[in-house]
T-cell receptor, first 114, second 113 residues
Framework: AQSVTQLDSQVPVFEEAPVELRCNYS??????LFWYVQYPNQGLQLLLK??????LVKGINGFEAEFNKSQTSFHLRKPSVHISDTAEYFC????????????FGTGTKLQVIP | EPEVTQTPSHQVTQMGQEVILRCVPI?????FYWYRQILGQKVEFLVS????????KSEIFDDQFSVERPDGSNFTLKIRSTKLEDSAMYFC???????????FGPGTRLTVL
């Protein structure tokens, strides 16, 4: 089975500062990795995904993530955050090669301070 | 841009009552899923559905739950006799092919009193 750990439940950061949201995964098989964002009172929106190929993945809203197989990590980064980035971010994993379910982490609340 | 829709956005029910949560997946998608998120907790997989049958389900998805695709557009989750602990946000998702990205709906907040 796959699992995801997001150690930081909340991350406060000042506007225009860089941010990194950490994600580590555990799996005995190859995986796909995802970051989803949930704005207040809204559903889950896909930010980016890693399926294969280049380990640096770029997503929407200026976010990027790097897949590190040796560290079993998939940290999310943005060089300069905006107030509108305030949301909850979920790292998620699934088995590669035709998956069924996505397993989510517990989420990290990003609070951008003006 | 096509999107997954869910109705209602909020459902309040009494314990022991049956509820049906409705989802309209993206029109050319073939794989359908339900997840739930209890307040303050992580999103949990409930069930996946393909070709008119359940392809995988979690231990949460017991006999009280059922899913159906009654027509070419809707995908429903039924809870036969709701319990207090069923209170959660329920998300529907769909994907075009196995291995493809799952697109999530906005969720239905279910409150069981």
């Amino acid at each position: 089975a796959q699992s995801v750990t997001q150690l930081d439940s909340q991350v406060p950061v000042f506007e225009e500062a860089p941010v990194e949201l950490r994600c580590n995964y555990s799996s005995s098989v190859s995986v796909y990795l995802f970051w989803y964002v949930q704005y207040p009172n809204q559903g889950l929106q896909l930010l980016l995904k890693y399926l294969s190929g280049s380990t640096l993945v770029k997503g929407i809203n200026g976010f990027e993530a790097e897949f590190n197989k040796s560290q079993t990590s998939f940290h999310l980064r943005k060089p300069s955050v905006h107030i509108s980035d305030t949301a909850e971010y979920f790292c998620a994993v699934s088995k590669s090669g035709g998956y069924q379910k996505v397993t989510f982490g517990t989420g990290t609340k990003l609070q951008v301070i003006p | 841009e096509p999107e997954v829709t869910q109705t209602p956005s909020h459902q309040v029910t009494q314990m022991g009552q049956e509820v049906i949560l409705r989802c309209v997946p993206i029109s050319n998608h073939l794989y359908f899923y339900w997840y739930r998120q209890i307040l303050g907790q992580k999103v949990e997989f409930l069930v996946s559905f393909y070709n008119n049958e359940i392809s995988e389900k979690s231990e949460i998805f017991d006999d009280q739950f059922s899913v159906e695709r009654p027509d070419g557009s809707n995908f429903t989750l039924k809870i036969r006799s709701t319990k207090l602990e069923d209170s959660a946000m329920y998300f529907c998702a769909s994907s075009a092919r196995q291995g493809d990205t799952q697109y999530f709906g906005p969720g239905t907040r279910l409150t069981v009193l």
